[in-house]
């Protein structure tokens, strides 16, 4: 801006000029970290997606399995207890 402008000039003595560069140069580290984040977080969202898919699939071999006694529930004497969160909330909050 101007005004930025007018204080380099007045005050280069201060710094200004190598204070704005630094600024920027600190603002493309952080968007490449956030960038790299935001990658590692979908490549974490995918495992987590492919890890409930198995989970699920287990889960109804096992049942089969099991149907006669009851299922896995009945068999180890406890309620069911399945829970995949599958609100993909690592993606929804990287987006």
């Known amino acids: 801006t101007k005004f930025h ?3 380099r000039w007045l005050f280069p003595m201060l710094g200004v000029s190598e204070l704005e560069k630094a600024i920027v140069n600190i603002s493309a580290v952080v968007e490449i970290l956030a960038n790299t984040t935001a990658d590692a977080l979908g490549k974490l969202q995918a495992e987590i997606d492919s890890l409930a898919k198995i989970t699920i699939q287990n889960r ?7 149907a006669k006694e009851g299922g896995v529930c009945t068999l180890i004497n406890q309620s069911c207890c399945v829970y995949l969160n599958e609100r993909q909330q690592v993606e929804t909050d990287i987006a």
């Open 60 to 66: 109804l071999a096992l049942d089969m399995l099991t």
């Open 5 to 7: 402008s007018l204080v």
